[in-house]
């Protein structure tokens, strides 16, 4: 009954930025804890960040750190990841996931129970 759809990936430079939105269907957006993964070809579905309920809380993976921030706007039932400074090994296809209640802590891959189709970003040398 929930359904996210992300939007703003594309094709950017290495040093470039991109922004992803991913909105949520429903009243109840801000009751989910929401969380950011990536995909590359070949490799295993990762935790890029994650956001509490009320945005207070946030986890990002040590490769992304100090690069990447994940943000929502609960009005406009929407979380965001900023991406500063892209690196071609952040190539990916990027999906945001939700689970009702979860605490940030406890965020991982089996553990989501929406998913989104996910959007490519590409980072060109």
């Known amino acids: 009954q929930v359904e996210l759809v992300e939007s703003g990936g594309g094709l950017v430079q290495a040093g470039g930025s991109l922004r992803l939105s991913c909105a949520a269907s429903?009243?109840?957006?801000?009751?989910?804890?929401m969380a950011w993964f990536r995909q590359a070809p070949g490799k295993e579905r990762d935790l890029v960040g994650s956001?509490?309920?009320?945005?207070?809380?946030?986890t990002y993976a040590g490769s992304v750190k100090g690069r990447f921030t994940i943000s929502r706007d609960n009005a406009k039932n929407t979380v965001y990841l900023q991406m500063n400074t892209l690196k071609p090994e952040d190539t990916a296809v990027y999906y945001c996931?939700?689970?009702?209640?979860?605490?940030?802590?406890?965020?991982?891959?089996?553990?989501?129970?929406?998913w989104g189709k996910g959007t490519l970003v590409t980072v060109s040398s």
């Open positions: 996931a939700a689970s009702f209640g979860l605490r940030v802590e406890l965020v991982s891959r089996d553990g989501m129970e929406y």
């Open positions: 429903g009243r109840t957006f801000s009751s989910y804890t």
């Open positions: 956001i509490s309920w009320g945005g207070d809380r946030t």
